[in-house]
């Protein structure tokens, strides 16, 4: 595996493999890997001839008061998981390299932000938007894989893609979960050891409120109701939201219909955790 920690060192990679007539995945992340982010990386490395990985923690989408500079952080043990996962092109760059100089033209997202954690990180999926524009120029993907935890993220890089017509396909990867449904996340490690026995409950929340949905409930104002009322006798957490919305257009929904996302935040004294389900009343999941 090439670690490469300049735009120049890979835009020659990419080159080559093009060159090659070789199809490239991309797996864009902000590094302390667990197995969510390798499963998109074994997911890339069946679908294409090559993988690319970034690791880099995207100083934009992060708000004053947020954990930029306590994000975890852990390269070298980075290096050897991706290497093992099958990436060929590992891409660090330092901050000054993704930004050298101040931007003459910045992004705003326009839909898909004013709910879930839009309301709560202002800017948030503008810094997103804008390092996964800046990704895809320089990689090139033909396919780009994310996880599906962020189901607010996947829906506005649905957007950007379509708005802008992207020549990349974009794959959401089903969320990875520890044994007891907890999701797989870097932020878990700021969890104290209670709360990381109530954690679960989130995913266990949602599901119940999946269900009444799935099981004849019509009106999205009960199904989010009875999430919330479970999520605040279990999870031993501050709910931030829960909402059930349109997927992936985000729009609230009088009735429970079609494909939409039921998706929660609760705030745990160090960590803000998410999780949601994308199903389909129709469908099941
Ligand atoms: O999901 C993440 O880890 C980040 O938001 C992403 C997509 C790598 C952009 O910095």
Same mark, same amino acid.
């Given at each position: 595996m090439k670690v490469v920690k300049t735009v120049a060192e890979l835009k020659d990679f990419v080159r080559a493999e093009k060159n090659a007539g070789h199809q490239i995945g991309l797996v864009p992340t902000m590094g302390f890997l667990h197995e969510g982010h390798l499963a998109l990386a074994e997911k890339a490395r069946k679908d294409n001839d090559a993988v690319i990985m970034s690791i880099f923690v995207n100083p934009?989408?992060?708000? #004053?008061?947020?954990d930029f500079e306590r994000y975890p952080r852990d390269v070298e043990r980075d290096t050897k998981l991706a290497a093992a996962a099958g990436v060929d092109c590992l891409f660090v760059p330092e901050v000054e390299e993704m930004? #050298?100089? #101040?931007?003459?033209v910045t992004m705003t997202v326009a839909?898909?932000?004013?709910?879930?954690?839009g309301v709560k990180r202002p800017g948030h999926f503008d810094g997103v938007v804008t390092v996964v524009t800046k990704l895809f120029h320089l990689a090139q993907p033909d396919k780009a894989y994310f996880g599906l935890k962020d189901a607010q993220q996947f829906a506005v890089i649905d957007g950007l893609v379509n708005s802008l017509n992207f020549p990349v396909e974009i794959i959401g990867v089903e969320t990875i979960r520890e044994e007891d449904g907890l999701a797989k996340s870097s932020?878990?490690?700021?969890?104290?050891e209670e709360e990381r026995i109530q954690a679960p409950y989130l995913q266990k929340a949602l599901q119940l409120g999946v269900q009444s949905a799935v099981q004849g409930e019509k009106s999205t104002e009960k199904v989010i109701e009875r999430t919330i009322s479970y999520l605040q006798e279990h999870a031993g957490a501050a709910v931030d939201y829960v909402e059930l919305l349109?997927? #992936?257009?985000l729009e609230p929904l009088e009735q429970v219909q079609g494909k939409m996302v039921l998706a929660a935040a609760v705030n745990y004294s160090k960590a803000r955790l998410i999780d949601n389900i994308i199903f389909n009343v129709n469908e099941g999941r």
């Amino acid at each position: 595996m090439k670690v490469v920690k300049t735009v120049a060192e890979l835009k020659d990679f990419v080159r080559a493999e093009k060159n090659a007539g070789h199809q490239i995945g991309l797996v864009p992340t902000m590094g302390f890997l667990h197995e969510g982010h390798l499963a998109l990386a074994e997911k890339a490395r069946k679908d294409n001839d090559a993988v690319i990985m970034s690791i880099f923690v995207n100083p934009l989408q992060f708000g #004053p008061n947020e954990d930029f500079e306590r994000y975890p952080r852990d390269v070298e043990r980075d290096t050897k998981l991706a290497a093992a996962a099958g990436v060929d092109c590992l891409f660090v760059p330092e901050v000054e390299e993704m930004y #050298p100089a #101040p931007s003459v033209v910045t992004m705003t997202v326009a839909a898909r932000t004013d709910k879930m954690c839009g309301v709560k990180r202002p800017g948030h999926f503008d810094g997103v938007v804008t390092v996964v524009t800046k990704l895809f120029h320089l990689a090139q993907p033909d396919k780009a894989y994310f996880g599906l935890k962020d189901a607010q993220q996947f829906a506005v890089i649905d957007g950007l893609v379509n708005s802008l017509n992207f020549p990349v396909e974009i794959i959401g990867v089903e969320t990875i979960r520890e044994e007891d449904g907890l999701a797989k996340s870097s932020r878990n490690v700021y969890l104290t050891e209670e709360e990381r026995i109530q954690a679960p409950y989130l995913q266990k929340a949602l599901q119940l409120g999946v269900q009444s949905a799935v099981q004849g409930e019509k009106s999205t104002e009960k199904v989010i109701e009875r999430t919330i009322s479970y999520l605040q006798e279990h999870a031993g957490a501050a709910v931030d939201y829960v909402e059930l919305l349109s997927y #992936p257009e985000l729009e609230p929904l009088e009735q429970v219909q079609g494909k939409m996302v039921l998706a929660a935040a609760v705030n745990y004294s160090k960590a803000r955790l998410i999780d949601n389900i994308i199903f389909n009343v129709n469908e099941g999941r």
